[in-house]
Each structure stands twice: as C-alpha cells, then as structure tokens.
C-alpha cells in the first residue's frame, strides 16, 4: 500500500484497510464524503457535541479547530476511518479523566456512567494535552463534566 490518508500523520499510526472489512478493500477518500448518521452511536456511547461522521472522527483525533478549506484537504483510509469512526470501542468502562485534574482520589478506578463530550474532550485536551476520545467513559460526578454540563 503506498497510498497514504491524512489521518496517518495526525495520529502516527499507518494506513491499512478495515481489519473487520473481509474484502480488505483499500481506498483512501476526502473526510468529508464520510457523512454517516451518528445518532446511534452517540446513543450507545452516551455522548454528545457532533452531529455526523467526519466530526467525530475530527474530535476522536483531536481536531477540535480547523477552517473548512482545511478540512475539505483532509483524506481518510478504511483503517482510520474505522479506529475513529463507528467501530471505535471503550478500552474500559472506568471514568478516562486523570486523577490530576478530576480528583477521583486514590483506589478503584471510579465507574464512567458516560461518554466523554466534545466539550468535554477539548478541555481536558487544553489543559493537559492528552486527548480522552469522544465516548470514554467519564463519571457523572466528576467535577469537570460537572462544570462542563451546567455550561
């Protein structure tokens, strides 16, 4: 495969076809041609601040700001598409915030009742640099999510 997406430099992984896809079908597209329903998706990860495909496999890289011309530039491989999009998974069902900035304390990790927002996701991004993907799981008295909700 010696085409490449965007997405591979963005998160520093390769490009590849959808490992679940049994046609192994590689094609490289412009983001914005992904314009799925995402409404499922936020249901089942209990998350909001996107409303189709390309955001959220935006904000899951951690491009919370990019002009449109920027975007439409933007190209996406099946892999990508797929680790960012709709078959991305929790890795755990624990609250993603670092104990740094949520003040969880000390012990068994707190239960993410859930999903990491948008807006959630850019603050804490913001402020530490490490990105939470968009539907990891967060607790709902954790006093960041708390601040961000009433907001």
Known sequence: MEASCSFKFIVGSPCS???RDRSKLFVVVPLVSCNKDVQDHKSAWCFAGVENESELILARA???????????????????????????????????????????GKGKGVKGDRGV??????????????????????????PIAKKIIVV
């Open 17 to 19: 076809y959808d490992r």
């Open 62 to 104: 951690g491009i919370f700001y990019m002009s449109a011309k920027d975007i439409k530039a933007l190209t996406i491989c099946p892999f990508h598409r797929s680790e960012l999009g709709f078959r991305w998974r929790r890795s755990q069902n624990t609250c993603r915030i670092l104990d740094e900035i949520a003040s969880h």
């Open 117 to 142: 927002s948008r807006a959630i996701s850019k603050v804490i991004f913001q402020r530490t640099g490490i990105l939470v993907p968009l539907g990891s799981g967060v607790a709902l008295m954790n």
